[in-house]
């Protein structure tokens, strides 16, 4: 996860937080077996920490 900092990215969570499993957004960094994840909740850009054993799956978005 660290190579990918700063990218976007797209996570899918094993269960619902805030409502939600998928989350697109910006990596901001690692640390600890935690990620932390910029990610837009209306016109606010919110930050998420998420254990990395909650993550199920995660990809890189592409921006064109």
Known sequence: YRRFVGQKVKIELRAP????????????????GEIRLEVAAGKELKEFVVPLA??????LKYEW
């Open 54 to 59: 909650d993550v199920q799956k995660a990809n």
């Open 17 to 32: 937080r805030e409502g939600s499993r998928r989350y697109t957004g910006r990596l901001l960094g690692v640390s600890e």
